[in-house]
């Protein structure tokens, strides 16, 4: 069975490096070993969240160390930020396949379908040893729903302001060795909500009204499917296809709204995956998780109301194709050793239907990455190292016929860069542990940073590598049913990658070193086995050394706190939850500025029957009528109802 599961293996694995590759979609759960530890680890278990009405962002902007930003309504595009680093900074992984590409500007969490979703981990300084690229300054590890022994199946329709409907079914069976599970979601908005228009004069606020968001509708269509089969007690073969389909409005910035502009995204994800226990030798566990994506986006804004002056009608493709085969040891009582070896290829290929000739050259990027890891227990002591070499080969150009001047650089580099994270715990007392961990991390600029992307993002073909050395160390109490937890953070950053606006137009520039210093305090407490109370504060400061010594980098403030309150009475459970953001910059020289802002957020859900649980929420109860980009407000006050059917 070893013998021919690895010459299955070697055959998949050999069909990365063919050039004429079927793209196809799937995933799968591991159990995730972390070379992090509990100060900056954040572990969610989605079962807290099934009679409530959020989002997958929504639940991550209220942990410690990250800051969500939001480019509008409940279907727009999002990007987060982990202990003051840019979204692309930040990898995304379901089921162990990466959801950023080369080509992208950070990963929009807004898709995800939360009631598909079993667990999310963020580890928020250094490494997750599975997932074979070099520390991250942060991993955002999301696993989908595990299918049980015995049949499951439920559905669910919410219904809210701006006339935002949202449908979910979800049906799981197990037939001896073979399992299935399939969900399905539907989300649409209007997206029309109200809010204070400056009229693009911030200084004069004589012009100021209160006008409705147009052009801001979003349908998103989201089925997942997952087989699993079980050959024997140790070999297990998972499969998992997800397919992302999201029409929208693209309504442009607050004083100068579009009525036509759309965007139309496509994102097929395929992933397989072999688990064996006892892989030739006794103790030696494998897995191999061939992978692969295709992504597609089509932005009209063929009346040039937005971006650049001109008209487009862009239809530009992203495929990804990895493999990845992870060796662990489990042999040895103080050692649990990790190899693991990736290749990954990612090619992008620009077209503009306006453009003649319309289709612009591809661009690609290989990887072929080797790392190994460890956990040595030493008693009382506890060490993670992980070391990596990441390989990276491009062939990149501009030749993109959106371009206003396209075809004039190209580049064929190729880097040998090594990484590597350290983390180390020691057990003071059985209730409280002191931690620490320091990494160093590089990230590459993507496709869009480099050549453009659509409407008035611009490219900039010299970016160099950023590259950064971080640390942080804490101390984790636990307490029968209290813990609390406290971390200080320092990164030093070189050439650090930021998008500065000027001009009308965005651009990413090496703003070259930054120095971002934080502190994050976290507690939790049951009490009278009903009500359960949470808070964390993050302090940060995110200074420029650079380009604008002494300035604050963008989007990053000081103060962020968040407070959640739950309690259970009977069939009754209500909850509150409060965010307080500082104010923070829109500008590199810091002269635009949003204010400090509270959001408050209530509901109460109502289990009916056995089967049936009805619920309700309130958001930003205090009407807050803010942005977090400039040219993009959010949405004020708003209602949502739900009824959901589990059995």
Same mark, same amino acid.
């Given at each position: 069975?070893?013998?021919?599961?690895?010459?299955?293996?070697?055959?998949?694995?050999?069909?990365?490096?063919? *050039?004429?590759?079927?793209?196809?979609?799937?995933?799968?759960?591991?159990?995730? @070993?972390?070379?992090?530890?509990?100060?900056?680890?954040?572990?969610?278990?989605?079962?807290?969240?099934?009679?409530?009405?959020?989002?997958?962002?929504?639940?991550?902007?209220?942990?410690?160390?990250?800051?969500?930003?939001?480019?509008?309504?409940?279907?727009?595009?999002?990007?987060?930020?982990?202990?003051?680093?840019? =979204?692309?900074?930040?990898?995304?992984?379901?089921?162990?396949?990466?959801?950023?590409?080369?080509?992208?500007?950070?990963?929009?969490?807004?898709?995800? +379908?939360?009631? =598909?979703?079993?667990?999310?981990?963020?580890?928020?300084?250094?490494?997750?040893?599975?997932?074979?690229?070099?520390?991250?300054?942060?991993?955002?590890?999301?696993?989908?729903?595990?299918?049980?022994?015995?049949?499951?199946?439920?559905?669910?329709?919410?219904?809210? =302001?701006?006339?935002?409907?949202?449908?979910?079914?979800?049906?799981?069976? @197990?037939?001896? %060795?073979?399992?299935?599970?399939?969900?399905?979601?539907?989300?649409?908005?209007?997206?029309?909500?109200?809010?204070? +228009?400056?009229?693009?004069?911030?200084?004069?606020?004589?012009? +100021?009204?209160?006008?409705?968001?147009?052009?801001? $509708?979003?349908?998103?269509?989201?089925?997942?499917?997952?087989?699993?089969?079980?050959?024997?007690?140790? #070999?297990? !073969?998972?499969?998992?296809?997800?397919?992302?389909?999201?029409?929208?409005?693209?309504?442009?910035?607050?004083?100068?709204?579009?009525?036509?502009?759309?965007?139309?995204? %496509?994102?097929?994800?395929?992933?397989?995956?072999?688990?064996?226990?006892?892989?030739?030798?006794?103790?030696?566990?494998?897995?191999?998780?061939?992978?692969?994506?295709?992504?597609?986006?089509?932005?009209?804004?063929?009346?040039?109301?937005?971006?650049?002056?001109?008209?487009?009608?862009?239809?530009?493709?992203?495929?990804?194709?990895?493999?990845?085969?992870?060796?662990?040891?489990?042999?040895? %009582? #103080?050692?649990?050793?990790?190899?693991?070896?990736?290749?990954?290829?990612?090619?992008?290929?620009?077209?503009?239907?306006?453009? =003649?000739?319309?289709?612009?050259?591809?661009?690609?990027?290989?990887?072929?990455?080797?790392?190994?890891?460890?956990?040595?227990?030493?008693?009382?002591?506890?060490?993670?190292?992980?070391?990596?070499?990441?390989?990276?080969?491009?062939?990149?150009?501009?030749?993109?016929?959106?371009?206003?001047?396209?075809?004039?650089?190209?580049?064929?580099?190729?880097?040998?860069?090594?990484?590597?994270?350290?983390?180390?715990?020691?057990?003071?007392?059985?209730?409280?542990?002191?931690?620490?961990?320091?990494?160093?991390?590089?990230?590459?600029?993507?496709?869009?940073?480099?050549?453009?992307?659509?409407?008035?993002?611009?490219?900039?073909?010299?970016?160099?590598?950023?590259?950064?050395?971080?640390?942080?160390?804490?101390?984790?109490?636990?307490?029968?049913?209290?813990?609390?937890?406290?971390?200080?953070? $320092?990164?030093?950053?070189?050439?650090?990658?930021?998008?500065?606006?000027?001009?009308?137009?965005?651009?990413?520039?090496?703003?070259?070193?930054?120095?971002?210093?934080?502190?994050?305090?976290?507690?939790?407490?049951?009490?009278? @086995?009903?009500?359960?109370?949470?808070?964390?504060?993050?302090?940060?400061?995110?200074? *420029?050394?650079?380009?604008?010594?002494?300035?604050?980098?963008?989007?990053?403030?000081?103060?962020?706190?968040?407070?959640?309150?739950?309690?259970?009475?009977? %069939?009754?459970?209500?909850?509150?939850?409060?965010?307080?953001?500082?104010?923070?910059?829109?500008?590199?020289?810091?002269?635009?500025?949003?204010?400090?802002?509270?959001?408050?957020?209530?509901?109460?859900?109502?289990?009916?029957? @056995?089967?049936?649980?009805?619920?309700? $929420?309130?958001?930003?109860?205090?009407?807050?009528?803010? !942005? +977090?980009?400039?040219?993009?407000?959010?949405?004020?006050?708003?209602?949502?109802?739900?009824?959901?059917?589990?059995?």
């Amino acid at each position: 069975m070893n013998f021919l599961l690895f010459i299955i293996l070697l055959f998949c694995s050999a069909s990365a490096f063919a *050039d004429d590759v079927e793209l196809a979609p799937i995933v799968i759960s591991d159990s995730l @070993k972390s070379t992090k530890t509990d100060t900056s680890t954040i572990q969610i278990s989605t079962k807290n969240y099934q009679n409530r009405i959020v989002t997958v962002p929504e639940v991550l902007a209220e942990q410690s160390g990250l800051h969500l930003t939001r480019y509008g309504g409940s279907e727009e595009s999002t990007s987060l930020s982990v202990r003051g680093s840019g =979204s692309n900074e930040v990898g995304v992984y379901l089921d162990g396949i990466p959801l950023q590409t080369a080509n992208g500007l950070g990963v929009n969490l807004t898709p995800l +379908d939360l009631n =598909s979703i079993k667990s999310i981990a963020v580890y928020k300084n250094g490494a997750v040893s599975e997932d074979g690229f070099v520390p991250q300054t942060g991993v955002v590890w999301i696993e989908s729903k595990n299918i049980p022994g015995d049949t499951h199946y439920g559905a669910s329709v919410e219904y809210g =302001s701006f006339n935002t409907i949202k449908a979910n079914t979800l049906f799981s069976k @197990k037939w001896k %060795k073979f399992g299935l599970l399939l969900s399905n979601s539907f989300h649409h908005t209007d997206g029309d909500f109200s809010f204070l +228009d400056n009229n693009g004069t911030p200084v004069n606020t004589a012009d +100021d009204a209160t006008i409705r968001r147009i052009n801001n $509708e979003a349908n998103t269509y989201q089925p997942l499917l997952k087989l699993s089969y079980d050959f024997d007690d140790k #070999t297990e !073969v998972v499969l998992l296809n997800r397919f992302v389909y999201q029409d929208r409005g693209i309504p442009g910035i607050t004083s100068n709204q579009s009525v036509h502009a759309g965007l139309t995204e %496509k994102d097929y994800l395929f992933g397989l995956k072999v688990n064996r226990k006892d892989f030739f030798l006794k103790n030696l566990n494998f897995s191999n998780l061939i992978y692969q994506r295709f992504y597609q986006s089509q932005f009209d804004d063929s009346l040039a109301e937005i971006g650049l002056g001109r008209a487009q009608d862009n239809n530009d493709t992203s495929s990804v194709f990895g493999n990845k085969m992870v060796f662990d040891y489990v042999g040895f %009582k #103080t050692h649990a050793p990790q190899l693991f070896v990736l290749y990954q290829g990612e090619n992008f290929a620009p077209t503009n239907y306006l453009a =003649s000739p319309q289709k612009g050259k591809e661009s690609s990027r290989y990887q072929f990455n080797v790392g190994l890891s460890d956990v040595w227990s030493l008693g009382k002591v506890v060490l993670k190292p992980h070391v990596s070499l990441m390989n990276t080969f491009n062939r990149l150009n501009n030749d993109d016929t959106s371009l206003p001047a396209p075809g004039g650089y190209e580049n064929a580099k190729s880097r040998h860069d090594v990484a590597g994270s350290l983390g180390v715990s020691y057990g003071v007392l059985s209730w409280m542990t002191l931690e620490g961990n320091v990494a160093r991390v590089l990230r590459q600029p993507t496709f869009s940073e480099l050549f453009g992307d659509r409407g008035g993002f611009v490219g900039n073909p010299s970016l160099k590598a950023q590259k950064s050395l971080e640390w942080d160390a804490g101390v984790v109490l636990k307490r029968h049913k209290f813990f609390a937890r406290t971390a200080y953070y $320092e990164r030093r950053v070189d050439d650090l990658i930021q998008l500065q606006i000027g001009s009308g137009v965005v651009r990413a520039e090496n703003v070259g070193e930054a120095l971002l210093r934080g502190v994050e305090v976290q507690a939790g407490a049951t009490l009278f @086995k009903s009500l359960t109370l949470g808070g964390n504060y993050t302090y940060q400061s995110a200074i *420029d050394k650079a380009q604008y010594p002494g300035r604050t980098l963008v989007g990053r403030p000081k103060h962020e706190i968040n407070v959640q309150a739950d309690y259970k009475y009977k %069939k009754i459970n209500p909850y509150v939850s409060f965010n307080y953001l500082d104010a923070n910059y829109l500008d590199p020289l810091n002269t635009r500025v949003v204010t400090h802002r509270s959001f408050v957020n209530a509901g109460v859900s109502y289990e009916a029957t @056995k089967n049936i649980t009805l619920g309700f $929420e309130a958001k930003n109860l205090s009407d807050e009528k803010t !942005v +977090d980009v400039v040219g993009f407000p959010l949405p004020g006050r708003s209602f949502f109802g739900k009824i959901s059917f589990k059995k």
